[in-house]
C-alpha cells in the first residue's frame, strides 16, 4: 500500500510522530511519504498518491490543522481511507469518525496503524473505527530520512548563534492524572517505555545529521528516573558535546534533586516545568501535586545546578482572578525569569476538550461557568468568574501575538502585559520596566515558542 503521514504541527520539531510510524510501515513492506504542514504546503499530489492518508494529532493545535486537512483530502478524493492517530484523535470523534476519518488511533498507535493499512492491503473496507491501544511494544528506529532536513526546524540559541535541534522521546504516557492535561483521558496512568537501544539509536542519526542539541520530548523525563538516567550517561559517553534539555513535573525536580548534579554535568541546559500557576487552590483543582512554595523551591534548585528553568503557565482558568495575574507576574520578576518564559505563556487560556478530567464531576463553580462545546475550538466554552478576568486574557493574547509577529522580546513583551494588568487592577502606573543587567543575555532557548 502507499501511505501518506502527515503532521500539522510539533513545536516545531521535526516530527517524531511521522518518522516512528513510517518506520513501522516500512517494516511491514508499504511504500510511505510524509508531508509537515507546518513547512509545507498542502499538496494534492500527494493525495493522488496516496491509497491512504494518516494524520499525526499528538497535540490539541495539531488536531484543529488536521481536521481542515482532512476535509481538504474527503473533498478531493472521498472514497480515499483516512486514519486520525494520536494523544488528540479521539476528541470531537462524533463528529469526526465515518464523516472525516475511517479509523482513529490514540494510546501506542503504530501497531493498529500498520494493522489498519495491511488490512486496506488485503481489501478492507476501512469501517469506522475507534483503537485504543495502551499496551507494550517495540518500537523501530525513527524514518528519518523521510522528513524535512533538521536545519528547517527549531534550533537551539545559545551564546549568540542557533544550533540544530532534535527531539526524542524516551517514554509515553504519564504515571500522574492532572485533570487539565490531555494524557490521563487516553493513558490513565499509563508508563510506557521507548527501548534505550532504539532512543540511543535516534540520537545517534540525529547527530549525524547535524543536532547539536536534543530535546526529550517526555511528558516527564523523570517518570522513569532510572531509564532516564541510562539514556542519558550512554549519550554523554558518546558525544560528550551534545547538550540536551527535558520536560519535568516541580514535584519530580524536587524528589529526585540528587540526580541534577550529573543531568547538569551531562549537558542539560534548561528544563522545562509546568508551573501553571501561583494560586494554590487552583493547583489543588488541577491536581497539579505541587504548591507555589515548590514551584519556588524548584527553580531555586535547578539554578544551583546551572540549569536554566523554562516555566510553562496556565494563567487564565475559569477560577483566576486579577490578583493571581498579578501574582504570577511577581514571580516571573522575583526569580529573574523574563527572559525564560515565552510571552505567549502569560496569556494561555484554559482547553477543555472532551474527555477532560475536569469534566467528570465538575464542581458548581465550574458548572455554572461552563458553555457549549465548540468544534471548531475543540473546547468547551467558559467563562471566569469575573468577567474582566475574560476581557483581560483577550487583550493579552493581542498583546503577545503582536509581540511574537513584530520579532519583540521577551522583556518588551513581559512590560506591556505587566502594564495592561495593572491598569485592569487599577493600580498606579510604575516607571518604565527596566530588566536587571544580564538576565536574559546566555539564556538557552529554542526559536520556536512552547506550547500546545
Known sequence: MRALLVSGYELGHQPLHLASPAAALLAAGHEVRCLDLSLDPYDPEFVDWAEAV?????????????????????????????????????????????????????????????????GLGRGGDGASAFDLRLERTAFGVPARH??????????????????????????????HRCRHCPLP??????????????????????????????TFGDPDFLNGPTHSLRIVRTMHERFPDLTFDCTVKVEHILDHAELWP??????????????????????????????????????????????????TFLPFTPWTTVDDL????????????????????????????????LLDGADGELGQRLGDYDPERLSY????????????????????????????????????????????????????YAIPAGSTEGRPRLTESWFC
Open 146 to 175: 523521510l522528513l524535512p532536513p533538521l536545519e528547517r526546524y527549531a534550533h537551539l540559541a545559545l551564546d549568540g548563534e542557533e544550533r540544530p535541534v532534535g527531539y526524542v522521546e524516551a517514554t509515553h504516557g504519564c504515571r
Open 326 to 357: 498579578l501574582e504570577l507576574l511577581v514571580f516571573v520578576q522575583t526569580h529573574d525569569l523574563v527572559g525564560n518564559v515565552d510571552p505567549v505563556q502569560l496569556s494561555l487560556r484554559l482547553l477543555l476538550p472532551e474527555g477532560s478530567l
Open 185 to 214: 483521558a487516553v493513558y490513565d496512568g499509563a508508563l510506557r517505555v521507548v527501548e534505550r537501544d532504539t532512543v540511543l539509536a535516534d540520537v545517534e542519526q540525529l547527530v549525524e545529521a547535524g543536532a547539536r542539541h536534543i
Open 54 to 118: 494518516a494524520f499525526s494529532v499528538p497535540m490539541h493545535t495539531a488536531m484543529r490543522l488536521a481536521v481542515r486537512a482532512a476535509g481538504a483530502v474527503r473533498r478531493r478524493r472521498p472514497e480515499l481511507p483516512i486514519c486520525l492517530y494520536g494523544l488528540y484523535a479521539p476528541v470531537s470523534r462524533d463528529l469526526t469518525a465515518g464523516s472525516l476519518a475511517d479509523r482513529i488511533i490514540a494510546g501506542e498507535y503504530e501497531p493498529a496503524l500498520v494493522a489498519w493499512v495491511d
Open 381 to 432: 466554552a467558559w467563562t471566569a468568574a469575573d468577567p474582566m478576568v475574560d476581557l483581560l486574557q483577550a487583550r493579552l493574547a493581542e498583546i503577545t501575538e503582536a509581540s511574537a509577529a513584530a520579532g519583540g522580546s521577551a522583556p518588551e513583551a513581559f512590560a506591556a502585559v505587566r502594564a495592561a494588568v495593572r491598569e485592569v487592577a487599577g493600580l498606579d502606573r510604575e516607571p518604565a
Open 262 to 311: 550529573e543531568l547538569a554535568a551531562a549537558g542539560c541546559l534548561f528544563v522545562v516545568t509546568a508551573i501553571e500557576t501561583l494560586n494554590d487552590d487552583i493547583l489543588v483543582r488541577l491536581d497539579k501535586g505541587h504548591t507555589a512554595a515548590q514551584a519556588a523551591a524548584a527553580v531555586e534548585l535547578l539554578r544551583a545546578h546551572g540549569i536554566e528553568p523554562r516555566p
